[in-house]
Structure formats: structure tokens, C-alpha cells
């Protein structure tokens, strides 16, 4: 089993909407989580991170954590065709004494013009 | 500018064969990563180097050799390639080190196929 898993895989929302993507971790071992965003032909680039249970919001994008279900979720409000990509939750550990990232398979959002 | 460049881009090999994957940040960053992204699997983390040292491997093979000749490079060896082998490989770095826990910035990848 995968020790982060997201869902839905794939998810279409008109110009202007909600999208709402979300990822559960198995492991009470991570201790942050991150979310990535990765263009076609390009590598994942880093928007935001989260550790504290609740909302972080930065922009049209907000992140919710739930420590108690390992749940969480990626909120991006006003969608634009731009943010049309492959979104990945990402969460780190300690292993071997260095930070690793253990990331999810993925989210493929279309934001529809 | 790219800040972290990989080479090539593009790469097609022949089984068996060995091939090695290029990568220089200008970041300034002390610690570099490599990960893979195949149809598969999700992107799988592979190798940590912080201050040109190797910090954790996760690749089970030793076909899969880092190089690290600078502290801005880490190139990717591969040896006796296999068609399972074929993915994006791409590069990775972060600011302090392999200690913190801090974002990845990525390179574009290189995408080998192995036939």
C-alpha cells in the first residue's frame, strides 16, 4: 500500500470554480506535508506546505490539515486554465538521518475555459 | 533561466547499454536529489546528497550510481539498462541541506526510454 494516496485521480472544473483535491497518509511518522504542482514537460515546483492542524491559505489556495485522520486536502478557489496540471501531496520523513519526501500519484486537474 | 539544468532532455538507449544523466543547480543550494517518475509508479524518491556526500539510497539496484564531482552537480549513472528503467528522471535541490526539512526545487527531467 502507498504510504500517501490521493484522490481523485483526475478532476475537471469550470474556469472560476472550486477545486478540491485530497490525500490521506498511512505513516504518524510524517511530519510535514506538502503539495506540488507539475506542468506538462516540466518538473514538480513546490506551492505550499503545511505542519499545524487547520487552514494555511496562500492566495486562491488553501491547504486543510487534519493530524487526527491524516487527512489532507488542497482547496484552489477561482480556477484558471493556467493551474491546469498535475498536483502532487507530498509528505516528509526522517529515514536514514536525512529528510525524505514521499509523494502521492497524483491529481490531474483541467480547469475548463 | 532554468537554475537547475539536466541533460539531456531526451535520451533513448539500447538494453544493456549504460548511459549517465547530467545535473548542475546554480541555486547556490548544499543538497541534491535524485527522483523518478515512471507510468507506474509515482515519483520515487532515489538518492540524497547534502555537501557532496551521499546521505540515503533508496535504490535497491546498484546498477544506479550518483557522481558527484562539484557541489552544484550530481550526475545520475545507470549501467546494464533495462526496458523497466525507462521514466523521467529528474533532478533535484534544496537550500541547507538534507538535514531540514525544506522544498525541493526540480529540474525539467530527463526522459529515458530504453528499448
Known amino acids: 500500500q502507498q504510504k500517501v494516496q490521493q484522490s481523485p485521480e483526475s478532476l475537471s472544473v469550470p474556469e472560476g470554480g472550486m477545486a478540491s483535491l485530497n490525500c490521506t497518509s498511512s505513516d504518524r511518522n510524517f511530519q510535514y506535508f506538502w503539495w506540488y504542482r507539475q506542468h506538462s514537460g516540466e518538473g514538480p515546483k513546490a506551492l505550499m506546505?503545511?505542519?499545524?492542524?487547520g487552514d494555511k491559505k496562500e492566495g486562491r489556495f488553501t491547504a486543510h490539515l487534519n493530524k487526527a485522520s491524516l487527512h489532507v486536502s488542497l482547496h484552489i478557489r477561482d480556477s484558471q486554465p493556467s493551474d491546469s496540471a498535475l498536483y502532487f501531496c507530498a509528505a516528509s520523513e526522517i529515514s536514514s538521518g536525512s529528510w525524505q519526501l514521499i509523494f502521492g500519484s497524483g491529481t490531474q486537474l483541467t480547469v475548463m475555459p | 533561466d532554468p537554475k537547475i539544468i539536466q541533460k539531456p532532455k531526451y535520451l533513448v538507449a539500447v538494453t544493456g547499454s549504460e548511459k549517465i544523466l547530467i545535473c548542475e543547480q546554480y541555486l547556490g543550494h548544499n543538497a541534491m536529489y535524485w527522483y523518478r517518475q515512471s507510468a507506474k509508479k509515482p515519483l520515487e524518491f532515489m538518492f540524497s546528497?547534502?555537501?557532496?556526500?551521499?546521505?540515503d539510497n533508496q535504490t535497491a539496484s546498484s546498477r544506479f550510481q550518483p557522481q558527484s564531482s562539484k557541489k552544484n552537480h550530481l550526475d545520475l549513472q545507470i549501467t546494464a539498462l533495462k526496458p523497466d528503467d525507462s521514466a523521467t528522471y529528474f533532478c533535484a535541490s534544496s537550500p541547507r541541506g538534507a538535514y531540514s526539512n525544506e522544498r525541493l526545487f526540480f529540474g525539467h527531467g530527463t526522459k529515458l526510454s530504453v528499448l
Open positions: 506546505s503545511i505542519f499545524s492542524d
Open positions: 546528497y547534502s555537501y557532496q556526500k551521499l546521505m
